[in-house]
């Protein structure tokens, strides 16, 4: 069974961190581009950050740029987003996805959805 797991979502005070990471299992994230997708209450579900398959190229939404940061451990077979300097608009179910090698922001496209984690940015 084809499977990706969001962990690392949590309660956390304006300007502080948190790591999510997206655990792939049932298949290799070698061959995949991932990205990572948020959804607030009342919003639609945007796009936050992708890497490509061979973890050459990597992009952010212009909201999360200089903050969030993106890697990808294949030996793991996870990827993380390193997120710091949260804000309260940061707060939204977090979701990873898998589809082709290389990125797009056409969230119909991702082939493979996690169930998400609740990242919640709040004093």
């Known amino acids: 069974q084809l499977q990706l797991v969001e962990s690392g979502g949590g309660l956390v005070q304006p300007g502080g961190s948190l790591r999510l990471s997206c655990a792939a299992s049932?298949?290799?994230?070698?061959?995949?581009?991932i990205g990572w997708f948020r959804q607030a209450p009342g919003k639609e579900r945007e796009g936050v950050s992708c890497?490509?398959?061979?973890?050459?190229?990597?992009n952010y939404g212009d909201s999360v740029k200089g903050r969030f940061t993106m890697s990808r451990d294949n030996a793991e077979n996870t990827v993380y987003l390193q997120m710091n300097s949260l804000k309260p608009e940061d707060t939204a179910v977090y979701y990873c996805?898998?589809?082709?090698?290389?990125?797009?922001?056409?969230?119909?496209?991702?082939?493979?959805w996690g169930q998400g984690t609740q990242v919640t940015v709040s004093s």
């Open positions: 996805a898998a589809r082709g090698r290389s990125c797009t922001s056409h969230i119909a496209s991702y082939d493979y």
């Open positions: 049932g298949f290799t994230l070698d061959y995949y581009a």
């Open positions: 890497i490509s398959s061979s973890g050459s190229g990597i």
